[in-house]
Each structure stands twice: as structure tokens, then as C-alpha cells.
């Protein structure tokens, strides 16, 4: 949860945040039993710091080997790692998430006058990996129900200049692939999925990142599995993990022609390091979170006005990045979404407002003025660009839903209950809250 808007949301509560972190600390206690397990450092409820992290890191400061080029063996360790449980091919392991994207894009050779097609209820970085490679970034509209991006506002997405599909599997949950993948075929258009916000999430019993040409994660500070920061792109595809590894590492010698581009965008071998010794505890904690989720979904279908996040009969497996649900101020006497928040975070429950409107936002909406893309799209281009990017239903999607982080979802089921509680409580009191 790291848009600007979330954040001033979280800090808007600040009230109440010596409750919320005394609440995730307890919780964080409850939920693990033994003296060995993974905590958090104090005053904060992630990330959790394991047994095994200190001597990850310890070794190899002591190695001396501090990156794959000089003779680090924990990227290529960590890259096999994942591959494997990704079911891909190829792994190549990446700075960040939004490096990650620049490999594939950069392997891609997308650049100026290509488009390249995303959705707005998504974090920045998957816009800025598009700008950043001077292609025009084109958003489809978002299903309200399961706030993932909408195939058939894909398709009319679509124009002779769009070079790349770039869906994102928001808050952990896999978008509908087999609309996008069918769609990227018929289309001949190559998809990688933006799976930043979920690993081990899983599409008809697969996991998601090689539903399409590939898919890039984010190992940054906040994400499920973290090293502070990092990344991967995996594929199936040969040529194209060439053309990812020789963009991500000058001179990587792997056997794929040259397009004269390229940058640094390897990882350290401490954060591989890091990785490898969080992934010991990664299945467990998504299985966590997942329990965590399905409990707090059995509670909120009592309460009429919350919506959860439709997940649908291909979503076999969850990444849960975040709890997304959506709130009718209808059913709670009208009380605004932002007073819910407030007087959710004075029970001790710190919720987020979420994304607001990407397509809408000044950061996107003055690349209609860069000078850049006026040369490379014309005047009349971009004011066209601005028009095409209406999202009608992701305009009501973001004054409407509320997240809870993927931490909170390694509390204990009596903090779940907590949660549903609350809420409840504060339906029965919303009229007179809207009042206050
Ligand atoms: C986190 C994230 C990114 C970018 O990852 P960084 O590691 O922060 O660069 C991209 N897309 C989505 C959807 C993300 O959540």
C-alpha cells in the first residue's frame, strides 16, 4: 500500500496509530507460538524478521561476493528457486518490480509511438514503466466485482499501434487469463502479467507470471515476500529470457541479437539472500493469510454493505496482497467512506481508502503536456489520449472500496473476529456517526 493518497489516509488516523500498532503487535504475538518464530521489528507489524535472516546476510557480507558479478551464487540460487515454483522455464531477478517491467519491456523493444495497454486500479509503477520506455499507455476499465481489469474494455482498448497487453493481478488476485490470453492470441499481441502483488497466486491451478510471454514481480518493502527491494520477470519463452537477462546486466552474453539497449538492473546478493531465507516461511504465511481471508469473508457476508472482492472459479489460488472489499454508504445510513475509516481506525482497525484514480491523477494526466510525447504523439494525439482514457466503472470502484493489508492477515482468527465486529458496530451506530 504505497500510493501518496493511502498513506495520507493511514496517517490521517494518527490518533489512533499507538492503538493500531499495539493491536498488530498483540496480534502479531498471538499468532506465533515459539521463541524461533518470525517477528517484527518493535513498532512495526512488518516485515517479520526470521532466525535464518541474519546469517542470510551475515554470509554474504563475509563472502565478500556482493553481487552476481562478482561471483555470487544467491541470485542464480534464488532465480532457480522461483522458477521452480513459479512452474517457469526462467527466472532473471531484478532491482525492483518496476525494473522487472523495464526488463520485459526493455525485451521487448517497446518504445516511442508503440501503446501498450493497462489497467487504471493499479499501483503507479505500472504506469511508469511504460513512460519511461516513451510508449503510450492506454487503460481499460476495471469489473467493479472483482476490481481486476475488464478483458472485453481490453479488446476496445486495442489499436493498430498497441504492442503490449499489461494487465495486473491486483491485491494478490489473478485477472481473468483466460479472456486475456485468448484475447492477446487472437490479437497477436504478446501479455505479461503484472504480478507485483502476487506470488504463489494461481490461475486454473497454475500459478500466475507464465499465463501469457511472462510475468514480473516486486519484492519492495511492503510486498507478501520482501527483500526492502527487488524483483523477477519469469517465462517460459527462451528467447525472450535472453533478451530480459542482456537487458538487465550489460554484457550478459546470453544468445540473443543485440538491440542496442540495455541498463543495470541486477540485484544484490544480500537481497537474494534475504529472499531465499524469507521463502522458507512463504508458503506458510500466504496458507496464513488465506485461512485469515476465507474466516473474515464467512463474517462479513453477514453484513449487508460489504462487498469482499469477488474471486471467481479460475482464482483457485489467492496471493492476498490485500483484503479488498467494497463499502455501500447506502447500507450504513449514508455514512461517507472516509468517516467509516475514521471510526474504524479509533476501534483499532487501520483500513485504507485505496487507489484513487490513476487515469485521473496529475502525474498522469500531465503527460499530455511532456514535450516528449507531444514530439513522438502530436498535440492532437495527446488530447486524444485523454479522452480515450475514461474508465467510467474505475471512477466508482475507487470512491468506493477499502483495503486492509496483507500483515493484518497474519493476525490471529480472533483479530479477523475483531475486525467483523467492529464493523458491524459501527453500522449499528452509522447514523448517528453520519451525523457527528
Ligand atoms: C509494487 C508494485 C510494482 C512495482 O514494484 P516496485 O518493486 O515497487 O518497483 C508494480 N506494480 C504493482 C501492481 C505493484 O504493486
Not at 62 to 91: D, I, L, P, Y
Request: glycine share 8%.
Amino acid at each position: 500500500m504505497h500510493t501518496p493518497a493511502s498513506r495520507r489516509n493511514f496517517l490521517g488516523c494518527a490518533a489512533s496509530a499507538a492503538v493500531v500498532a499495539s493491536l498488530a503487535r498483540v496480534s502479531a504475538a498471538e499468532s506465533q507460538s515459539t521463541a524461533t518464530a518470525p517477528r517484527a521489528a518493535s513498532g512495526t507489524d512488518w516485515p517479520l524478521i526470521g532466525g535464518t535472516d541474519e546469517k542470510a546476510l551475515i554470509d554474504v557480507l563475509r563472502s565478500g561476493r556482493w553481487g552476481r558479478t562478482s561471483g555470487g551464487a544467491r541470485n542464480r540460487e534464488f532465480e532457480t528457486v522461483f522458477a521452480q515454483r513459479m512452474q517457469a522455464k526462467h527466472c532473471i531477478a531484478t532491482s525492483s518490480g518496476t525494473t522487472a517491467l523495464l526488463t520485459a519491456l526493455g525485451a521487448l523493444n517497446i518504445g516511442p509511438g508503440d501503446e501498450v495497454v493497462l489497467p487504471p486500479y493499479t499501483f503507479v509503477a505500472t504506469f511508469n514503466a511504460i513512460t519511461a520506455s516513451f510508449a503510450l499507455p492506454v487503460f481499460a476499465d476495471t469489473d467493479p466485482a472483482t476490481l481486476q481489469i475488464d478483458a472485453q474494455s481490453v479488446a476496445a482498448a486495442i489499436s493498430p499501434a498497441t504492442r503490449l497487453l499489461l494487465p495486473v493481478h491486483i491485491g494478490g488476485t489473478a485477472a481473468d487469463l483466460d479472456a486475456l490470453a485468448t484475447l492477446a492470441r487472437a490479437r497477436n499481441l504478446p501479455l505479461i502479467e503484472d504480478a507485483c502483488q502476487a506470488p504463489l497466486a494461481e490461475w486454473n491451478g497454475r500459478p500466475v507470471g507464465t499465463h501469457g510471454l511472462g510475468g514480473c514481480f516486486s519484492f519492495q518493502a511492503g510486498k507478501n515476500l520482501t527483500a526492502g527491494e527487488g524483483g523477477a520477470v519469469v517465462t517460459n519463452d527462451d528467447d525472450f529470457a535472453h533478451r530480459c537477462y542482456n537487458f538487465h546486466t550489460p554484457g550478459g552474453g546470453k544468445p540473443a541479437p543485440s538491440l542496442g539497449r540495455g541498463a543495470n538492473f541486477r540485484l544484490t546478493e544480500f537481497q537474494a539472500a534475504l529472499l531465499l531465507s524469507q521463502w522458507t516461511r512463504f508458503e506458510a504465511q500466504q496458507k496464513e493469510r488465506a485461512d485469515n481471508a476465507a474466516h473474515l469473508s464467512r463474517l462479513l457476508a453477514a453484513i449487508p454493505g460489504i462487498a469482499p472482492a469477488k474471486l471467481t472459479p479460475g482464482n483457485t489460488r489467492n496471493g492476498w496482497h490485500l483484503y479488498m472489499f467494497r463499502y455501500d454508504a447506502a447500507k450504513f445510513a449514508g455514512l461517507p467512506r472516509a468517516k467509516f475509516l475514521h471510526a474504524l481506525a479509533k476501534e483499532g482497525v487501520a483500513a485504507s481508502a485505496g487507489y484513487t484514480a490513476l487515469n485521473l491523477s496529475p502525474h498522469v494526466q500531465a503527460l499530455a503536456k511532456n514535450p516528449h510525447y507531444r514530439r513522438i504523439y502530436g498535440d492532437a494525439g495527446m488530447a486524444q489520449w485523454l479522452e480515450r482514457n475514461r474508465c467510467p466503472a474505475n471512477d466508482r470502484v475507487v470512491e468506493e472500496t477499502v483495503w486492509l493489508g496483507q500483515a493484518k492477515l497474519l493476525g490471529s482468527r480472533a483479530s479477523m473476529e475483531r475486525i467483523a465486529e467492529k464493523i458491524a458496530d459501527i453500522q449499528k451506530r452509522a447514523g448517528q456517526l453520519a451525523r457527528a
